[in-house]
């Protein structure tokens, strides 16, 4: 599963950002994250549950649609993500801003959305972080922290990570009181159609991402996804690998914010520099 969102991660970089890097200023008719590996990512996703989780829907849905071509639907869902502390989905808004895809291009806009979303130091994150960052001049970025103090209190972790717990424990407890039992190993999730026998069954060997059940397969009420602690800690394992993303540009330490004062008061803290 980590392999799995590691593919959609580069091709999300690899396809956003490189756009940028070598002017191409045009996407493929059919859209993006058409190549074989990233519809492999995305059929995973279509059959992964999400109930319960809207990080995991907002992301998901958000990158369907960006694959379709519909950026403005992608960044709607995208900030739906972003709010319960989904770091691709952050990171996405922050490509796509830099990119100009549903939106004018805003390149402070950008590093402030990638700025949150490496907070956590995912490494992949962190360099498209420090390679946007680099393209900024001084004005943009003084701009830029300002904006980053702006969002930050909305879609950091301190607030995002707490909103998305109050959504996981409020919805284990509406487990907990279902007539089936909290716990169950043999409890799956079915649509509305699939229990009433009106819609296509699904295919349970089917790959799903990060764990989740598949839709009318699997354990639903897998502890793990509901509680907080344990929750944030597999999202994170998936991110923590180092993956070449590509050639980016190279950041002296001069580039990137400091932690003195130059740092946003309240912002992510900068690593290393």
């Not at 392999?3 to 070598?22: D, E, M, S, T």
């Not at 403005?72 to 995208?78: E, T």
């Not at 709010?83 to 805003?106: C, F, P, T």
């Amino acid at each position: 599963m980590k392999l799995l969102r590691q593919r959609i991660l580069c091709g999300v970089i690899g396809g956003l950002f490189a756009n940028v890097v070598i002017a191409a200023n045009s996407q493929p008719a059919t859209g993006p994250l058409q190549d074989k590996t990233s519809q492999e990512v995305l059929e995973a996703m279509s059959n992964s549950s999400t109930w319960g989780h809207p990080d995991q829907y907002g992301e998901f849905t958000g990158m369907q649609r960006y694959a379709a071509g519909n950026f403005k639907a992608a960044m709607k869902y995208f900030l739906i993500g972003a709010r319960y502390a989904d770091k691709l989905s952050q990171l996405s808004i922050g490509l796509m801003y830099l990119n100009g895809q549903g939106v004018e291009k805003d390149p402070v806009q950008a590093f402030a959305w990638i700025a949150i979303a490496a907070e956590r130091k995912y490494p992949q994150f962190l360099a498209t972080r420090d390679a946007v960052w680099a393209q900024l001049d001084a004005q943009q970025r003084e701009q830029a922290k300002v904006l980053l103090e702006k969002l930050y209190p909305e879609y950091g972790d301190p607030s995002a990570k707490r909103r998305m717990a109050l959504v996981l424990r409020w919805n284990r407890a509406e487990l907990t009181g279902s007539y089936l039992g909290f716990g169950s190993d043999s409890v799956t999730s079915l649509t509305p159609e699939q229990f009433i026998g009106s819609g296509r069954m699904p295919r349970c060997g089917a790959k799903s991402i990060g764990g989740a059940a598949i839709t009318g397969c699997g354990n639903l009420y897998a502890s793990w996804r509901w509680d907080p602690k344990e929750y944030f800690q597999v999202r994170d394992q998936e991110w923590k690998g180092t993956v070449s993303v590509g050639k980016m540009e190279q950041v002296d330490g001069a580039g990137v914010p400091a932690k003195s004062a130059d740092q946003p008061k309240g912002s992510v803290q900068n690593d290393g520099h």
